[in-house]
T-cell receptor, first 116, second 113 residues
Framework: ETGVTQTPRHLVMGMTNKKSLKCEQH?????MYWYKQSAKKPLELMFVYNFKEQTENNSVPSRFSPECPNSSHLFLHLHTLQPEDSALYLC???????????????FGPGTRLLVL | KNQVEQSPQSLIILEGKNCTLQ??????????LRWYKQDTGRGPVSLTI?????NTKSNGRYTATLDADTKQSSLHITASQLSDSASYICVVPGAYNTDKLIFGTGTRLQVFP
């Protein structure tokens, strides 16, 4: 285990549903990230939070809404998604922001999302 | 065109054999390069982080090399094991001093007995 947990591990939702993905890190890290991994595509950064403040929004559609209530928890709220949003959503954390070259990211197991 | 290209896309080898995975990148300026291993159904796990001044770095049976002049890196796996079956992903920061990492599409390695 990497110390980063994600729930649920699998999620099926309709296009009109509202759901939330949860990520928790038990490592005492200060930076947390959401990534999207689609089949046969590279991981895409979605959001970055440093010390609970959002520092990166990689042009993500507003139907994805992140929330970081404290440095250990990160949520991704989903609303009116499209079938093309089906993917593996990965959460990660690092001790300090990655701008510090030597920082290692620790990934959770991901949530496999299917939008019907 | 992705700024991080990996080859081959997939590779099949027999247990006990060695293999080498390639990564070419175009990102500049360059600060560091990372290799991750991703098992099926799991998140990526960091294998190595190499700064621009490092040429070689080992982690057990994994050895990464870096040539910052030609912007190429390789990951060599020695005496492969069945547990090495995974995707291996090369990652480079999108620009200097940024949290945005550019990921390659990965090499899917399968080790057969």
């Amino acid at each position: 285990e990497t110390g980063v947990t994600q729930t649920p591990r699998h999620l099926v939702m309709g296009m009109t549903n509202k759901k939330s993905l949860k990520c928790e890190q038990h490592l005492g890290h200060n930076a947390m990230y959401w990534y999207k991994q689609s089949a046969k595509k590279p991981l895409e950064l979605m959001f970055v939070y440093n010390f609970k403040e959002q520092t990166e929004n990689n042009s993500v559609p507003s139907r994805f809404s992140p929330e970081c209530p404290n440095s250990s928890h990160l949520f991704l709220h989903l609303h009116t998604l499209q079938p093309e949003d089906s993917a593996l959503y990965l959460c990660a954390s690092s001790q300090e922001p990655l701008a510090n070259a030597g920082e290692t990211q620790y990934f959770g197991p991901g949530t496999r999302l299917l939008v019907l | 065109k992705n700024q991080v290209e990996q080859s081959p896309q997939s590779l099949i080898i027999l247990e006990g054999k060695n293999c080498t995975l390639q990564c070419n990148y175009t990102v500049s300026p360059f600060s560091n390069l990372r290799w991750y291993k991703q098992d099926t159904g799991r998140g990526p796990v960091s294998l190595t982080i190499m700064t621009f001044s490092e040429n070689t770095k080992s982690n057990g049976r994994y050895t990464a090399t870096l040539d910052a002049d030609t912007k190429q890196s390789s990951l060599h796996i020695t005496a492969s094991q069945l547990s090495d079956s995974a995707s291996y992903i090369c990652v480079v920061p999108g620009a200097y001093n940024t949290d945005k990492l550019i990921f390659g599409t990965g090499t899917r390695l399968q080790v057969f007995p």
